[in-house]
């Protein structure tokens, strides 16, 4: 049986779009490939016409979400500024909606004990991430706007994590609030 134009794209979009999800709700680890594929509505056998391991998936998953959540951030600071940007990252709604969510906050722990390949993709969308927080920023040094870049992203990231690790929730909620007034402190 032949399939229509588009349809090994298609699969594979889907793919991506689970496996992004559940990576950043379960964790890489936890995720298993029969798993995933089922939640995909796919077969096991159809994960190697696109992907050579679980790790050519990661790689892939790490490229496509970090896009997306990109585009999310760019979107909201185009519209509404930056300090709508921060409060929609330090929200209750992001922080308990990991599979949805910020890829670092989501992966970090997880891609540092990944081969260098997937960390050095990661390493390159990390850049990416923070020159684009950068070019947000209001001062007018390139390397004091990278480093405040450097201090927001690595602030709000830590704070998703700990208000996720956290089970009392007004601590989770007063770790959210304390980091977006640091937050909107460093970019004045």
Same mark, same amino acid.
């Given at each position: ?26 964790g890489?680890?936890?995720?298993g ?6 939640d995909?509505?796919?077969t096991?056998?159809?994960f ?58 989501? =992966?970090?722990?997880?891609? !540092?004990?990944?081969?260098? $390949? &997937? @960390? ?9 991430? %923070?020159?684009? =927080?950068?070019s947000l920023? !209001?001062?007018k040094?390139? $390397? &004091? @706007? ?9 602030l %709000? ?6 208000a996720r ?6 601590l ?15 970019i004045?």
């Open positions: 049986m032949r399939y229509a134009e588009g349809h090994k794209d298609q699969t594979r979009k889907k793919i991506l779009e689970v496996a992004g999800k559940k990576f950043r709700k379960d890489v680890g936890a995720v490939l029969a798993t995933l594929m089922a995909a509505g796919l096991n056998g159809a190697y016409a696109h992907f050579k391991s679980k790790e050519d998936l990661l790689k892939n998953v790490v490229c496509s979400i970090f896009d997306e959540s990109e585009t999310s951030l760019q979107e909201i600071a185009r519209v509404n500024g930056l300090e709508s940007a921060l409060r929609a990252y330090l929200s209750p709604q992001h922080r308990d909606n990991p599979s949805q969510g910020c890829p670092t906050a989501a =992966l970090v722990s997880e891609i !540092a004990r990944h081969p260098r $390949a &997937t @960390r050095t993709i990661y390493t390159k969308k990390i850049e990416e991430v %923070l020159e684009q =927080l950068a920023l !209001a001062e040094d390139p $390397a &004091t @706007r990278k480093q405040t870049a450097i201090a927001l992203y690595s %709000l990231v830590g704070a998703v994590q700990l690790a956290v089970t009392d929730k007004e989770s909620d007063e770790i959210m609030d304390s980091a977006l007034a640091g937050a909107l402190s460093l004045g």
